[in-house]
């Protein structure tokens, strides 16, 4: 008897000693001093490609050096990359609504916009099929497009996930290369979205200010996801009855079934899209940069746990109340800041990781995690040697953190490393409380599970319906990817510290953990890493 609590007491001490104490006590400020720099006025908001950027990398090559972290790209520490540009010469293009050779012009800003993301063709002339949330999961026997003659035809999709496709899964499905292999494969030539005003991030009027900016897109073919794509665009929710017109159908109807987030009716909008489009397109370069700290154990430090954040942000664009620089302070000099300060403290403890650490800073993620899409399939040390990515992008230290949101919590014993370590620290786990809007696949991880490799990404977390949960919302609806996100705006140290602390254990967890971390068994995601998945 008395052996046995012996025993379980044992086991339970073992547990805790397996969470490694963080290499410092963070106070934040440290990080404060790193935005402080990245997202000064100078650095002219880190568009891709951008003098600015260039300023901020060179920034984060020198604390590199200076914190005696290895260089580890393909260059330095640099990966230099190819990408193409394109940005819309709206003068010489045009959107009308055709009906009966009747031409209803567009107000291209006010009705719609083309989306560059897509190689447009000059002119089409098509009709309009309103597709619903445009998805086909399989998995779940669920189909939007069946039943649906879209053979020439524009493809118009309501953004969102119905609610009985799980999140990871339906995530997955509504990225734009899933859609459109879907679309493509129903015989569409194009899709244009109308986005769902009640999860919309951003108001119409900022969306539209962004689309005169260029898009991007890596200038190898082998990258090319949205081959046959001839249009794509966005329309105003508030003037899609428009396109519902002629289709005996209602905008307002669709909103009412989207509220209980149920599969939507489908069907023709019995009415084309006349579409001329002019673009301007240019081939640019910029680079990842790569640091890495080596492994002490003679086997595992040839296996990598990768921290990763993106540096590029939006640049310089039309001003918002007076202000035209997108300085990009949470999104996302604030995940650079924990990598350098992450980086610098681990070099520097006496407690060194078994396996070695990445720290990837990437470029191009707004313009479609497009650097993490390059080096997930070229990375700068061997395939197989990745055992996992921990991604920081926008962690939001707005309030003091009791609680951290995991995305991608379910899916690989990442999940348990992270409750582990949060359970030492006194902090809440929580899932991501909202599925629909994509968060697992919105940023770079999503890169690397697509190539097999476990990962997840963090923020500080609040309850639903607390005064947390407001300040959370209030500050995407007034500050995500606006010039405001900027240095004055009010951020939590203390929060910014804890998470660091707790990131920085999770690394040395998943570092030092005999095992490299898996799949879970019921992991939609788990496909990716079997040898003869992925692609
Ligand atoms: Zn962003």
Not at 407 to 429: C, F, H, M, P
Not at 478 to 489: G, I, M, N, T, V
Not at 502 to 526: C, G, H, N, Y
Request: no cysteine; aromatic share 8%.
């Amino acid at each position: 008897m008395r052996t046995l609590i012996l025993l379980t007491l044992a086991t339970i001490t073992l547990l805790a000693q397996d969470v490694p104490n963080p290499p410092k006590d963070f106070d934040g400020k440290s990080w404060w001093d790193h935005i402080k720099v990245l997202a000064a006025d100078n650095m002219e908001g880190r568009e891709t490609g951008s003098p600015g950027l260039k300023r901020a990398e060179a920034y984060i090559v020198d604390q590199l050096k200076a914190a005696g972290i290895e260089p580890a790209g393909a260059s330095g520490y640099y990966q230099p990359i190819k990408f193409i540009s394109r940005e819309i010469d709206e003068k010489s293009s045009s959107m009308a609504l055709v009906k009966d050779d009747k031409a209803e012009p567009l107000t291209l800003g006010e009705d719609a916009f083309f989306s560059t993301r897509v190689d447009l063709a000059p002119e089409v002339d098509v009709p309009l099929v309103f597709v619903g949330y445009g998805l086909n999961v399989p998995e779940q026997d669920y189909d939007d497009l069946s039943g649906l003659d879209l053979k020439g035809k524009i493809a118009v999709v309501f953004s969102g996930i119905p609610a009985s496709i799980p999140g990871p899964l339906g995530s997955h499905y509504s990225t734009q290369a899933e859609r459109w292999k879907a679309l493509k494969a129903a015989g569409a030539i194009g899709a244009i979205n109308i986005p769902n005003p009640a999860s919309m991030d951003i108001p119409w009027s900022r969306m539209t200010l962004a689309r005169a900016r260029p898009s991007m897109d890596l200038a190898d073919p082998e990258f090319n996801e949205t081959a046959g794509e001839k249009i794509g665009g966005v329309i105003n929710p508030a003037h899609a009855d428009k396109f519902f017109a002629a289709s005996g159908h209602s905008f307002q109807e669709i909103l009412d079934v989207s509220k209980d987030r149920k599969q939507l009716p489908r069907f023709p909008l019995n009415i084309s899209l006349r579409a001329r489009a002019k673009t301007i397109t240019h081939t640019l370069e910029s680079s990842n940069v790569i640091g890495k700290l080596p492994g002490t154990d003679p086997a595992l430090k040839n296996e990598y746990v990768i921290l990763s954040a993106h540096v590029d942000h939006l640049g310089i664009g039309e001003p918002i109340n007076g202000d035209r620089i997108y300085n990009g302070a949470m999104d996302n000099a604030s995940g650079d800041g924990v990598l350098l300060d992450v980086a610098a403290a681990l070099k520097s403890s006496a407690n060194k990781p078994k396996r070695s650490l990445l720290f990837l800073f990437v470029t191009a993620e707004e313009k479609g995690l497009l650097g993490s899409k390059y080096f997930a399939a070229h990375p700068t040390v061997p395939d197989k040697s990745m055992v996992a990515d921990i991604n920081i992008d926008m962690f939001l230290p707005l309030y003091p953190m009791k609680m951290v949101t995991v995305y991608g919590l379910k899916e690989s014993d990442l999940g348990d490393e992270i409750r582990q370590v949060a359970n030492k620290d006194g902090i809440e786990v929580e899932d991501d409380p909202e599925p629909q809007r994509n968060s697992f696949i919105r940023s770079d991880q999503y890169n690397f599970i697509r190539h097999g490799i476990p990962a997840l990404t963090m923020k500080v977390g609040y309850r639903p319906g607390s005064p947390e949960d407001k300040t959370f919302h209030d500050w995407l609806h007034e500050r995500y990817h606006a010039p405001s996100d900027d240095l004055k705006q009010p951020v939590d140290l203390g929060a910014a510290g804890k998470y660091e602390q707790v990131i920085s254990q999770l690394m040395l967890t998943v570092a030092d953990d005999e095992r490299r971390p898996e799949w879970k068994q019921q992991s939609f995601f788990r496909r990716y890493a079997q040898p003869s998945g992925g692609e």
